[in-house]
Each structure stands twice: as C-alpha cells, then as structure tokens.
C-alpha cells in the first residue's frame, strides 16, 4: 500500500487494493500510515459479498430470528473479525446497532482463525466473505448463513436472502471490491490509460472466469469520473459507520 503510494506518479506502480486495507484500516489502526486519499482508483475490477453467518447450533435459521434471539439474549453475543476498525468488524457491530443488542468482539488474525472458532462453536456469529472456505462451511452444514449483504440475491447462493429484506437492515449493503490504485499525483493521462487496459483484460471471457471462480463477481466499467465519486463516497461512508459506533482506532 504505502509503496504504490509512496511511488513515482508515473504509472509504473499499481496497487490490486480493496477497501480493507485503503480504508478501514487508517479507521481502526492508530499506527496505520497510510490515508484513503494517498491513492487514486483507475478501474473496479470486481466485488466480493459478504454475509452474515451463525455457528451451526445457535437456534436459528434466518435474520429475522436472529434479530428476535439476539434481542432476547440474556448476554452479550460474542462475534469474531480480523480486526478492531475491520469492514467485518463494523458491520457486526452496525448489525447489532440494527438489532438492539449488545456483542463481545474477537479480533482475529485474519479470517481463518475465526471461521475456524464460528465452525466449532467458540463464538456465536461473524460477518464474512462468502468464498471458497466460508462457502465450503456452510455446504458442510458446520455453520448456517443467514444473509447476504446486497440489495438482491448472488447467482452463487441464490437461496440466500438479501439482509435488507429484514426490518432495520434495509439499508445493509456492503462488498469487498477490488480495484487498481496509482499514486494520487499520478498524471491523468497515465490512469487513463492504466483504465483502458484493465477493461480491455476484463473484456477476455478467461480473465472473467478467473476472477469469478474466486468468489467475485466483475464489476460494471466506470468512467474515470465515476470512479472518483464512487471511491470518494466509500471513504465517507466508512468514516462515517466508524463514527456511528464509536470507534477508537487503537
């Protein structure tokens, strides 16, 4: 990240970034040394969806029981992410905000570890990418998905309802995107053509297979203008979620 950032405004450095690393973390880490605004977007390449997942033995089976159960919960409900100021992190506190209720945080080292803690039953309920371990799980029947946090259904869990059906999530609409940064000095002829040739590759069907037998799923082309108000409202919307619960970057 800082290395893109830090580079020559040539276009010789270009960064795969998501907004894990471009924005939550400067929210979440006081040492982070890196801010949004350091880099500039030349092209969305896809998204990732994320739900809602329970370990497999809490007594329910959609969000909407999981509403009634956690406002019930005589304590709190314990979730896991991979870190304080994390997207996964935010969004289970901004569902338990939704809810009413009240959870113990469990930052993880990365998503493995607490996948493994959700399958075995160690905590109670996580946010989560919906890819390959995580889609495994739930096939397996070792933890149960309850939502997806889109405004409609994914062609890879089509059964899986969107949150925002539930009251009180109507507006739970989040992804882990992919995108291509370059330094933010980095001349405007030098993005354009750093765009034109990422669209060009997401235009070849096995580059597309690619990137979608991962888990994600191609993102629409944008103008470089649309990419600047769309990278621009995701810094504020997450300043924003962060304020909204309080967070203290530690």
Not at 22 to 40: C, E, F, R, S
Not at 194 to 221: C, D, F, M, Q, W
């Amino acid at each position: 990240m800082l290395k893109a950032a830090n580079a020559a405004p040539d276009g010789y450095t270009v960064l795969a970034g998501s907004p894990l690393e471009l924005i939550y973390t400067p929210l979440g880490v006081a040492a982070a040394k890196n801010k949004p605004d350091d880099v500039k977007m030349a092209a969305l390449v896809g998204h990732t969806p994320i739900g809602i997942a329970v370990r497999k033995d809490l007594p329910v089976n959609t969000l909407d029981e999981f509403v009634a159960f956690a406002k019930k919960a005589d304590k709190p409900l314990s979730f896991g992410s991979t870190g304080v100021g994390s997207l996964y992190h935010l969004m289970a506190e901004k569902a338990l905000q939704n809810v009413g209720a009240k959870g113990l945080h469990a930052p993880y080292n990365g998503l493995a570890p607490y996948l493994k803690d959700l399958m075995g039953g160690t905590i109670d309920f996580a946010v989560v990418p919906l890819i390959g371990p995580v889609l495994g799980a739930a096939e397996k029947g070792n933890i149960k998905l309850l939502a997806v946090a889109s405004a409609q259904s994914i062609p890879t869990l089509p059964k899986l309802p969107p949150a925002k059906n539930t009251k009180g999530f109507e507006d739970y609409q989040f992804s882990i995107w992919i995108g291509v940064q370059v330094a933010a000095k980095t001349p405007d002829a030098q993005i354009a053509a750093i765009h034109k040739a990422v669209y060009t590759a997401l235009g070849n069907p096995e580059t597309r297979k690619t990137i979608e037998t991962a888990g994600s799923v191609i993102a629409e082309p944008m103008t470089l203008a649309q990419l600047d108000a769309f990278y621009k409202k995701e810094i504020v919307s997450g300043a924003a979620m962060a304020k909204s619960i309080n967070l203290q970057a530690q």
